[in-house]
């Protein structure tokens, strides 16, 4: 924790450092809130006379220009020393400890080779300082890891749009917790990520999207589906599991996933429909018939029917998402963020589910998010042992509120989110600030809090704390 | 015989014969006329048009009794495409995409603007991060709050709205001189219809009378205070069109300011209607494409 608070003071040092030369403004008289305008002010010529004398064009393009990329030193840890009680008279020790410490360069490339065809590619490298949990996973030793995420050539001609390679395809109109955002699979990997969106995985597919007079189909098939990675030795969601938990053996069999999506939009509303044959994300785990060694992997096949729409009233945007599942496993933990700690057992169950958003633009700097998601099992006590009781029994989900603001020209943005289960056995509260130093040089902090009661699988996770900080540099 | 067409006179009869008309044909404006004049003047700016402009927003202070940045601008470069659409093109279509900063790039915004006070602009963001189009709910607003702002700078959907005359009562309030142009000063108070979707309570437009240019417009809240400045400069003629090529608005609640730059404008572009639909947000490969056949016909 030393560590921490020393990399953490030289971070402050150094935006300190970066910070106040930029900040400095002299000779300008910054105005109170509360002036009353004076009519003789007049505008600086000179204040935006140099963008007329830039002489470059947008028709003057490299193949260059297609690279973004960003590196970023990351530390998070847990800094509440507490102590868990997870059965009376038996508490587990959660000290405060460094949990990551990393640097990571995240590459996305996108460039348009010739008319119609695209290539797009985005991955990440880390490297994994003393400190970090995966530095302890491999024996007290730097270790890097590499991955690429999106890699696809699009071809686009008339009415038609072709993207082969790994991709994402995202259905759910509800930012944050849609019932129908399940095509791709996620990676939780620690409390540092707790958006779908930052942990949703790219798969090889080959997506078509036909773009017709008043609508639009996109349809997509995954030769390949892949499936949550199993937790990573040493982070927060490890814990020492009787067996190995590996990866899918897929032996000879040829797993595929299709579905398509018909979406219209109408003034002020857009709808879609969409059917799907998929696997589902999360893998089930079975002992091995040795008794030791690795866990059976088995994987579950379902059918999802859904709809989504959004309707913008005034500064309001009501999203809705309804989907109809056929045959998924019962207990597949739902709780965004923490997929791993999902348990299904092996009984096929039809399930509704519902999420509705509702997005408020406070101001230009304000916006406020609900988002609800609710499901039910159909027959859920069809096939059930005597005795046996699921976990996901009756209407079970979560809520999602985010808010944030946009302050000092946009430098800087305070957020902060609130994530809780529907039976209030969970909250996850989330406090973020994000600051620009310029264009290239950034830092950013987070705090996250946990409180979960016995009927919660973030029992384990009950009264963390953690802290981040992390300074970026893009170009 | 006394020459009674000497020279000077001659001029000054000519001039009076060739003026008089104009006078008079700016006289016979009604301030209705103006305003549509203006407005068909700002669509014509971005119909078939393809722009590059660069937009930016800082926290403004005054130094040597002049408005200036009192921070550095946070600066953001954009293409847009436009076409107008309906009854006499007055329903505007655009698409907007950022170029900077790198973190930004790929950003793209589409908008729907209608003449009809009755229907409601439509906007649809493209953000990568969350891999999908997404509907913005540009909305009514009251005096505490904005409408959709362009990129998060000071510029609204309703500071850029045309059309929609028919929900304004319009006045000329006087001629004027600004910034040593002959101007109209025009009134616009919103009816009780539009007021309601607006933030302004009035508008006071000086307009160039001779090339149909905003050169300031003041914007008042339901106390009448003004709440918002937009000042005009650089006019040039770019493309036979008049444009103030460096347009300011500023905050005077929050004291901030933002500029737009119109580097680059080409107008009577054949944009395909395809290119303004949500396609383009999604498909990078036809948006680059059909981009590349739009700048292709500047250089013809």
């Given at each position: 924790?030393t560590?921490?608070?020393l990399?953490?003071?030289?971070a402050?040092?150094?935006l300190?450092?970066?910070?106040?030369?930029v900040?400095?403004?002299?000779?300008?008289?910054?105005?109170?809130?509360?002036v009353t305008?004076d009519?003789e002010?007049?505008?600086?010529?000179?204040?935006?006379?140099?963008?007329?004398?830039?002489?470059?064009s947008?028709?003057e393009?490299?193949w260059?220009?297609?690279f973004?990329?960003?590196?970023s030193?990351?530390l998070?840890?847990?800094i509440?020393?507490?102590?868990?009680e997870?059965a009376?008279?038996?508490?587990?020790?959660?000290?405060a400890?460094?949990?990551?410490?990393?640097?990571?360069a995240?590459?996305r490339?996108?460039?348009?080779?010739?008319p119609?065809?695209?290539?797009?590619?985005?991955?990440?490298?880390?490297?994994?300082?003393?400190?970090?949990?995966?530095y302890?996973?491999?024996?007290?030793?730097?270790s890097?890891?590499?991955?690429?995420?999106?890699?696809?050539?699009?071809h686009?001609?008339e009415e038609?749009?072709?993207?082969l390679?790994?991709?994402?395809v995202?259905?759910?109109?509800?930012?944050g917790?849609?019932?129908?955002?399940v095509?791709n699979n996620s990676?939780?990997?620690?409390f540092?990520?707790?958006?779908?969106?930052d942990a949703?995985?790219?798969?090889?597919?080959?997506?078509w999207?036909?773009f017709?007079?008043?609508?639009?189909?996109?349809?997509?098939?995954?030769?390949?589906p892949?499936f949550?990675p199993?937790?990573?030795r040493?982070?927060p969601?490890f814990?020492?599991?009787?067996?190995n938990?590996i990866?899918?053996?897929?032996?000879?069999?040829?797993?595929?996933?299709?579905?398509?999506?018909?979406?219209?939009s109408?003034?002020?509303?857009?709808?879609?429909?969409?059917?799907?044959?998929?696997?589902?994300?999360?893998?089930?785990y079975e002992?091995?018939?040795?008794?030791?060694?690795?866990?059976?992997a088995?994987?579950?096949?379902?059918?999802?029917?859904?709809f989504?729409?959004?309707?913008?009233?005034g500064?309001?945007?009501?999203?809705?998402?309804?989907?109809?599942?056929?045959?998924?496993?019962?207990n597949s933990?739902?709780?965004?963020g923490?997929?791993?700690?999902?348990?299904?057992?092996?009984?096929k169950k039809d399930q509704?589910?519902?999420?509705?958003?509702?997005?408020y633009?406070i101001?230009n700097?304000?916006?406020?998010?609900?988002?609800?998601q609710a499901?039910?099992?159909l027959?859920?006590?069809?096939?059930l042992?005597?005795?046996q009781?699921?976990?996901n029994?009756?209407?079970?989900?979560?809520?999602?509120l985010?808010?944030?603001n946009?302050l000092?020209?946009?430098d800087?943005v305070?957020?902060?989110?609130l994530?809780?289960?529907?039976?209030?056995?969970?909250?996850?509260?989330l406090?973020?600030?994000?600051?620009?130093?310029?264009?290239?040089?950034?830092?950013?902090?987070?705090?996250?809090?946990?409180?979960?009661?016995?009927?919660?699988?973030?029992?384990?996770?009950?009264?963390?704390v953690?802290?981040?900080?992390?300074?970026?540099?893009?170009? | 015989m006394?020459?009674?067409?000497?020279?000077?006179r001659?001029i000054?009869?000519?001039?009076?014969?060739?003026l008089?008309p104009l006078?008079?044909?700016?006289?016979?404006?009604?301030?209705?006329d103006?305003?549509?004049?203006?407005?068909?003047?700002?669509?014509a700016?971005?119909n078939?048009?393809?722009?590059?402009?660069?937009?930016?927003?800082?926290k403004?202070?005054?130094?040597?009794?002049?408005?200036?940045?009192?921070?550095?601008?946070?600066?953001?470069?954009?293409?847009s495409?436009?076409k107008?659409y309906?009854q006499?093109?007055?329903d505007?279509?655009?698409?907007?995409?950022?170029?900077e900063?790198a973190?930004?790039?790929g950003?793209?915004m589409?908008?729907?603007?209608y003449?009809?006070?009755?229907?409601d602009?439509?906007?649809w963001?493209?953000?990568?991060?969350?891999?999908?189009?997404k509907?913005?709910a540009?909305g009514?607003?009251?005096?505490e709050?904005?409408?959709?702002?362009l990129?998060g700078?000071e510029?609204?959907?309703?500071?850029?709205?045309?059309?929609?005359?028919?929900?304004?009562q319009i006045n000329?309030?006087?001629?004027?001189?600004e910034?040593?142009?002959?101007?109209?000063?025009?009134?616009?108070?919103?009816?009780e219809?539009?007021?309601r979707?607006?933030?302004?309570?009035?508008?006071?437009?000086?307009?160039?009378?001779e090339?149909f240019?905003?050169l300031?417009?003041?914007m008042?809240?339901?106390y009448?205070?003004?709440?918002?400045r937009?000042?005009?400069?650089?006019?040039?003629?770019?493309?036979?069109?008049?444009?103030a090529?460096?347009?300011?608005?500023?905050?005077?609640?929050?004291?901030?300011?933002?500029?737009?730059?119109?580097?680059?404008?080409h107008?009577?572009i054949?944009?395909?209607?395809?290119?303004?639909?949500?396609?383009?947000?999604t498909?990078?490969?036809?948006?680059?494409?059909?981009l590349?056949?739009?700048?292709a016909?500047i250089?013809?």
């Amino acid at each position: 924790m030393t560590r921490a608070i020393l990399l953490a003071s030289l971070a402050a040092g150094v935006l300190t450092t970066i910070t106040c030369p930029v900040l400095a403004q002299d000779d300008v008289l910054v105005l109170d809130d509360d002036v009353t305008f004076d009519a003789e002010f007049g505008l600086d010529e000179d204040l935006f006379g140099d963008a007329f004398e830039d002489g470059s064009s947008a028709l003057e393009k490299s193949w260059l220009d297609g690279f973004t990329i960003r590196i970023s030193q990351q530390l998070s840890g847990q800094i509440n020393s507490h102590g868990v009680e997870l059965a009376p008279g038996f508490s587990l020790p959660r000290e405060a400890e460094l949990e990551t410490s990393r640097l990571s360069a995240i590459v996305r490339y996108q460039y348009a080779f010739t008319p119609g065809w695209l290539v797009q590619a985005s991955g990440w490298a880390r490297a994994y300082w003393n400190g970090d949990y995966e530095y302890r996973a491999e024996g007290d030793s730097e270790s890097t890891e590499f991955r690429v995420n999106d890699f696809f050539v699009q071809h686009s001609i008339e009415e038609h749009s072709f993207k082969l390679g790994r991709q994402t395809v995202v259905w759910g109109e509800t930012v944050g917790n849609s019932v129908l955002d399940v095509i791709n699979n996620s990676e939780f990997r620690d409390f540092s990520i707790i958006d779908i969106e930052d942990a949703r995985l790219s798969q090889w597919m080959l997506v078509w999207d036909y773009f017709g007079e008043g609508s639009n189909f996109s349809s997509f098939i995954n030769l390949y589906p892949e499936f949550n990675p199993a937790p990573v030795r040493g982070s927060p969601f490890f814990f020492e599991p009787p067996f190995n938990l590996i990866d899918y053996d897929r032996g000879s069999s040829l797993l595929f996933e299709a579905g398509t999506q018909w979406r219209k939009s109408f003034e002020g509303s857009d709808i879609a429909f969409m059917a799907a044959y998929l696997y589902e994300n999360q893998l089930r785990y079975e002992d091995p018939l040795s008794g030791t060694g690795d866990a059976v992997a088995e994987t579950n096949d379902f059918l999802l029917l859904g709809f989504s729409a959004n309707r913008a009233i005034g500064k309001l945007l009501v999203n809705l998402d309804l989907a109809y599942s056929h045959d998924v496993l019962a207990n597949s933990f739902s709780f965004p963020g923490t997929s791993s700690l999902a348990n299904p057992v092996n009984l096929k169950k039809d399930q509704i589910g519902t999420s509705l958003g509702f997005e408020y633009a406070i101001s230009n700097y304000q916006n406020v998010s609900l988002g609800i998601q609710a499901q039910k099992l159909l027959d859920e006590d069809e096939g059930l042992q005597p005795g046996q009781v699921l976990i996901n029994d009756g209407v079970f989900g979560s809520w999602l509120l985010r808010y944030s603001n946009t302050l000092m020209n946009s430098d800087l943005v305070i957020s902060s989110t609130l994530q809780g289960d529907l039976n209030a056995n969970s909250l996850l509260a989330l406090l973020g600030a994000d600051y620009s130093i310029n264009d290239n040089w950034a830092v950013s902090g987070q705090i996250v809090s946990i409180s979960a009661n016995d009927e919660s699988p973030l029992l384990f996770f009950a009264e963390d704390v953690r802290l981040s900080a992390t300074v970026t540099y893009s170009f | 015989m006394r020459n009674y067409f000497s020279s000077k006179r001659l001029i000054g009869l000519i001039a009076i014969l060739f003026l008089y008309p104009l006078h008079l044909h700016a006289q016979e404006l009604s301030p209705r006329d103006i305003m549509e004049k203006l407005d068909d003047n700002r669509r014509a700016t971005s119909n078939s048009a393809l722009s590059r402009m660069q937009l930016s927003t800082c926290k403004f202070g005054v130094r040597d009794g002049k408005i200036t940045c009192a921070e550095r601008p946070r600066v953001k470069s954009l293409e847009s495409v436009g076409k107008g659409y309906g009854q006499e093109l007055r329903d505007t279509r655009s698409v907007a995409i950022l170029l900077e900063p790198a973190a930004e790039r790929g950003i793209g915004m589409l908008s729907y603007n209608y003449d009809d006070g009755s229907r409601d602009n439509e906007t649809w963001l493209y953000l990568s991060a969350l891999g999908r189009v997404k509907r913005i709910a540009n909305g009514s607003s009251d005096d505490e709050t904005e409408p959709g702002s362009l990129f998060g700078s000071e510029f609204t959907t309703e500071d850029q709205d045309t059309g929609k005359l028919d929900e304004y009562q319009i006045n000329l309030l006087e001629e004027a001189v600004e910034a040593g142009r002959d101007v109209w000063k025009i009134e616009m108070i919103p009816n009780e219809e539009r007021a309601r979707k607006s933030r302004y309570s009035r508008t006071v437009h000086y307009i160039d009378k001779e090339r149909f240019v905003e050169l300031k417009v003041e914007m008042y809240d339901q106390y009448d205070k003004e709440i918002k400045r937009m000042l005009g400069a650089r006019v040039e003629q770019m493309n036979g069109i008049w444009i103030a090529r460096s347009t300011t608005i500023m905050n005077l609640v929050t004291n901030r300011l933002s500029n737009m730059a119109f580097l680059e404008m080409h107008t009577g572009i054949d944009v395909p209607d395809e290119f303004l639909t949500q396609r383009t947000l999604t498909d990078a490969a036809f948006r680059e494409t059909e981009l590349d056949k739009l700048r292709a016909q500047i250089d013809r």
